[in-house]
């Protein structure tokens, strides 16, 4: 059975579990975590999570992030400049943040997401050297009333996650799920 396959068993094993009313923002985050070889295949199956997830009577969104830099860089004002000069980047960096945020905001609204769904983010590997996907977690998870699944590829260990196996990890209180080890 493939890596991709044995975490969305893991996911639907997790995700049929009843949920906590009380637990914290950070807490109701869930990482499925897979190796960034992997991404084209689970792109393919992102599908069987929706699956899993309405199987347990659970709503489903997903919220992409794959293309947003690349749209919200090309609305900017100067991005000509930006494109010419990208070492003037980190200055606009924490506008994308916000932006992220905006959309995201937009985006729950729009599809009445309540306590019983999960909001899937998929595309984190874009932010690799533009935003922490901490950064981007801490200000998504407080919108989600259900679950945020975060489709994350890189690695866990030790309550450390690493984006694309970088050196830069974070410990998180995150719930954990791989294809290697259950919840």
């Known amino acids: ?3 991709i396959k044995r975490l969305i068993q893991s ?4 995700v049929a579990v009843p949920w906590r009313d009380d637990a914290a923002a950070a807490q109701r985050v869930i990482f499925c975590v897979y190796h960034e070889s992997e991404e084209l295949r689970l792109r393919a199956k992102v599908d069987e999570f929706e699956i899993a997830t309405r199987a347990a ?3 489903w969104a997903l919220f992409d992030l794959t293309d947003s830099f690349a749209h919200w860089l090309g609305s900017q004002r100067y991005a000509e400049s930006y ?3 990208p070492n003037l980047l980190p200055t606009l960096l924490p506008k994308y943040l916000s932006h992220i945020e905006a959309e995201f905001d937009i985006f729950v609204q729009d599809r009445n997401i309540g306590e019983n769904s999960v909001v899937a983010l998929q595309g984190v590997a874009t932010l690799f ?3 922490k996907v901490r950064e981007v977690v801490d200000k ?5 009333k259900g679950r945020l699944l975060v489709l994350f590829p890189g690695s866990y260990e030790d309550n450390n996650y690493r984006l694309l ?3 830069d990890g974070w410990n998180y209180l995150a719930v954990p799920i791989t294809a290697d080890k259950e919840f």
């Not at 998504?140 to 989600?144: D, F, I, N, T």
């Open 1 to 3: 059975m493939s890596k």
């Open 11 to 14: 996911y639907s094993k997790y």
């Open 57 to 59: 009577n659970h709503g």
């Open 83 to 85: 494109f010419r000069k």
């Open 129 to 131: 050297g533009f935003l």
């Open 140 to 144: 998504l998870a407080p919108k989600v």
């Open 165 to 167: 196996d970088g050196y």
